[in-house]
């Protein structure tokens, strides 16, 4: 089947139905009809983006981010044109790894948030476009992910805060991942 008969049907009203009502067997039937879309189209890149969100609501993240990380090196094939699912992707990985409530887990969302920093400040860098609609558009999401970006990496100090212990020093490799942040 085609990518398109198979986006449509069960698989879209499922997630509809659990974005709506919020009930796990919902989630549950998308993830299954997700899953059934990225191997029927291993070359479509939102099957995996859409299986990866549905894993992350159902508190499987380290499955999620194994397909963020198809999604990505997906996207990254296609080149430019798919910048802003690029940078969903990798946001959604960061904050999946964030999700993990681990130090080493945090410390990767730290430098996956501040690498998408980079990337979106240099298309952001000096003025708005004037004239194009669709490049001023696409200039305002940048500055608005940038924006995200910047406050989940404080968010990521703050779980990295509490990760910290208490009653005894910290750990060679806490030190070495702090100098490193």
């Known amino acids: 089947p085609s990518t398109e008969s198979v986006w ?18 919902d989630l549950v039937a998308a993830q299954r ?26 508190r499987q993240e380290r499955d999620a981010i194994d397909m963020y990380d198809r999604a990505i090196k997906l ?11 690029l940078h969903e992707a990798k946001f959604m990985r960061a904050c999946s790894l964030l999700r993990r409530y681990r130090w080493d887990d945090a410390v990767e969302a730290v430098k996956g948030f501040r690498e998408l920093v980079d990337e979106l400040e240099k298309q952001t860098a000096g003025k708005p476009p004037d004239k194009e609609k669709e ?14 970006c910047h406050a989940e990496i404080g968010h990521c100090f703050g779980h990295l ?21």
């Open 135 to 148: 490049k001023l558009d696409s200039w305002r999401q940048n500055l608005y992910l940038l924006a995200r």
């Open 8 to 25: 449509k049907g069960p698989r879209r009203r499922s997630l509809n139905r659990y974005i709506r009502d919020n009930k796990l067997p």
């Open 33 to 58: 009809h997700f899953r059934s879309l990225a191997e029927l189209n291993p070359g479509y890149a939102d099957g995996y983006m859409m299986l990866a969100y549905t894993l992350a609501e159902n």
């Open 75 to 85: 996207l990254q094939e296609t080149g430019p044109s798919d910048d802003k699912r």
């Open 161 to 181: 805060i509490v990760f910290l212990p208490k009653d005894r020093a910290l750990s060679d490799f806490q030190r070495a991942d702090l100098a490193e942040l």
